[in-house]
C-alpha cells in the first residue's frame, strides 16, 4: 500500500500547503489504490481523472500557501452519485438517468471545489439513495472491504468502502435515515450528520426539506473536521442554511472540554439490538466516563418517533420522485415504488400530525440536553450483512414490515434535528466493525466532533484503515454485474 494512501487526509494537506507534495502526485497515487482494490469492493464505478488533473493544472499556477483556511490545497475527495458534478456521469444508481451527464456542479461541489479539493470519481450509491445497502441497476453492488461477502451499509457504501480502501481520503455523503453514520459504523470509518441547512447545497427541487442533509465522511475525526470546514456556509440557493461558525471546526479539536453528564441508551427505548453490538457499545460508552462527569442510561421520549420518519421521509419520497413513478414506474426498484406510494397516500391529517409530533419530540430533546451534554447509543442494530441481502428483515425474533426499519437507530435521531456522528468503538468477534452514534444539541457540530476525538484518542480503531479488502476464501464474485 502507498504510504500516501496511509497519511490521514490533515497531514497530506500539510504537505500540500508547504509545497512537500503535488496535487498531480496525489491523483497519481489514488489511481493506482483504484486499480489494485476497487474491482474487490466497486465503490468509485465512475472516475473523472482527466477533469482532475486540468483542476490540478489550475492548481499549480496558484500559490496555494497564501490561501486563507479553510483550503485543502488539492486533496483528491469523492462525491456521492446522488449529487451532480459539472461534465461528470451523474445516475442517482437509477437506470433512468444511466447515461445522464451533469450540465452543473452543485454548489456544495463548487464550494468544495474552491476550497482546494480535486474530485476524482463519483461513489457508488443505491437507487435514489433508497435502503441502508449499496447496490443498484446501473453499476452493481459495493462490496465491504472488512468482508466482501457483506455489505458497506448505504445509502454512502461507496463512500465508505472508497475510504476504508484508501482510495481517497475524504468523501462527502448525505443522510436522511443513517446513509452517513450506517456505512461509517459497517465499515470503521467517520460519518457525521450535521443539523440540517449546516451543509448548503442546491439548486434542489426541495429547498426547504430539512431532513435530508449533506455530510462529511472520513477516516478519523479530525479529517471529519477538516471536510466539514470546507463543507459549511450559508448560501442564497438554499434558503435558511446556517453560515460558518466563528471558530473553525478544526480549531474547536485544540482543547477538548471536561463533559457534564452524559446519557447512553442502548435501544432508544424501542429498537431491537444484536446482543454482540449492544455489549460492544454499552462498553465503549463506559469507556467515556474520564471525559465526563458521569454516564446514565437515559434517553427523551421517542414514542411516536417510527411513525414520524416514516411519514416525513415517505412525504420527501413523493415530492421527489412522483413524476419519475408516472414515467418510469417500469424501471424503479420495488422498494423506491413502495416509498412514493406511501408518501402519495398520505394525508393532510397524517402529515400534520407528524409534524405536530416533531416539534413535541423536538421540545423534550431541549429539555434533555438541559440535563446532559450528550446521547450515545448504537449506529446501528446488527453487524454488517451479506450483500446478497437486500435489507435486514428480522432481529431478535422482531419482524420488519418494510425496508428501512431496521434503519431505526439512526433514523430516530434524524428526526431530533441534532448533529449525529459515528465514530467505530470496537469490533465483532468475526472482526467487523461496530459504530457507537454520539448526538450533540441542534447546530452544534462542534460538541459531537470534540467528544468523538476524545474517545477517538483513547482508542487505535481510526489506525485499522485503510486496509486492504478482505476477500473469503472461495467467495470471489463479480460485483459490477446487474441483474
Not at 489506525?463 to 441483474?483: H, T, Y
Amino acid at each position: 500500500m502507498n504510504d500516501l494512501i496511509k497519511m490521514t487526509a490533515t497531514d497530506v494537506v500539510a504537505l500540500l500547503k508547504a509545497k512537500k507534495l503535488s496535487p498531480a502526485e496525489l491523483i497519481d497515487a489514488a489511481e493506482a489504490r483504484i486499480a489494485e482494490v476497487d474491482e474487490d469492493v466497486n465503490a468509485l464505478p465512475t472516475l473523472c481523472l482527466d477533469r482532475a488533473r486540468a483542476h490540478a493544472a489550475r492548481l499549480e499556477t496558484e500559490n496555494l500557501s497564501d490561501q486563507p483556511p479553510p483550503h485543502l490545497h488539492g486533496l483528491p475527495i469523492a462525491i456521492k452519485d446522488l449529487t451532480p458534478v459539472k461534465d461528470v456521469r451523474w445516475t442517482m444508481g437509477s437506470p433512468i438517468f444511466r447515461d445522464r451527464i451533469a450540465g452543473h456542479s452543485d454548489l456544495m461541489v463548487e464550494r468544495l471545489e474552491a476550497r482546494g479539493g480535486i474530485v476524482i470519481g463519483k461513489s457508488n450509491t443505491p437507487e435514489f439513495g433508497a435502503g441502508g445497502q449499496t447496490f443498484n441497476e446501473v453499476f452493481g453492488t459495493t462490496a465491504n472491504p472488512w468482508n466482501t461477502t457483506l455489505t458497506p451499509g448505504g445509502s454512502s457504501g461507496g463512500a465508505a468502502a472508497a475510504l476504508a480502501t484508501g482510495q481517497v481520503w475524504l468523501a462527502q455523503g448525505s443522510d436522511l435515515g443513517g446513509s452517513l453514520r450506517t456505512p461509517a459504523s459497517f465499515t470503521g470509518t467517520v460519518g457525521l450528520r450535521p443539523s440540517p441547512k449546516r451543509v448548503a447545497h442546491g439548486p434542489s427541487a426541495l429547498p426547504f426539506a430539512l431532513n435530508s442533509v449533506e455530510g462529511p465522511m472520513a477516516r478519523n475525526v479530525a479529517d471529519a473536521a477538516l471536510i466539514l470546514d470546507m463543507m459549511v456556509g450559508q448560501h442564497a440557493s438554499d434558503p435558511c442554511s446556517l453560515p460558518a461558525p466563528d471558530r473553525s471546526y478544526v480549531d474547536s479539536l485544540s482543547k477538548i472540554p471536561k463533559f457534564g453528564k452524559v446519557a447512553y441508551s442502548p435501544n432508544l427505548g424501542q429498537c431491537p439490538i444484536d446482543p454482540e453490538v449492544a455489549e460492544i457499545c454499552a462498553r465503549a460508552a463506559q469507556e467515556f466516563a474520564p471525559h465526563c462527569s458521569g454516564i446514565e442510561e437515559d434517553c427523551f421520549d421517542l414514542t411516536g418517533g417510527d411513525d414520524i420518519f416514516q411519514v416525513l421521509r415517505a412525504q420527501q419520497f413523493a415530492a421527489s420522485h412522483a413524476p419519475t413513478l408516472e414515467k418510469y414506474r417500469d424501471q424503479l426498484k420495488p422498494e423506491v415504488i413502495w416509498n412514493i406510494e406511501k408518501g402519495l397516500n398520505l394525508t393532510g391529517d397524517d402529515i400534520g400530525s407528524a409534524q405536530r409530533a416533531q416539534g413535541a419530540l423536538y421540545n423534550r430533546v431541549v429539555d434533555f440536553f438541559g440535563t446532559y451534554d450528550l446521547l450515545m447509543t448504537p449506529a446501528a442494530m446488527v453487524p454488517p450483512f451479506p450483500h446478497s441481502q437486500r435489507y435486514v428483515e428480522e432481529v431478535n425474533g422482531h419482524k420488519f414490515d418494510n425496508y428501512v426499519a431496521w434503519l431505526a437507530m439512526p433514523y430516530l435521531l434524524t428526526i431530533t434535528s441534532c448533529p449525529v456522528i459515528s465514530i467505530p468503538c470496537g469490533y465483532t468477534k468475526a472482526g467487523l466493525p461496530v459504530g457507537l452514534q454520539i448526538m450533540a444539541p441542534n447546530a452544534r457540530e462542534d460538541i459531537a466532533l470534540q467528544a468523538a476525538f476524545a474517545f477517538e484518542r483513547d482508542h487505535d480503531y481510526a489506525k485499522r484503515v485503510p486496509l486492504n479488502p478482505i476477500i473469503p476464501m472461495g467467495s470471489k464474485n463479480n460485483l459490477k454485474s446487474v441483474a
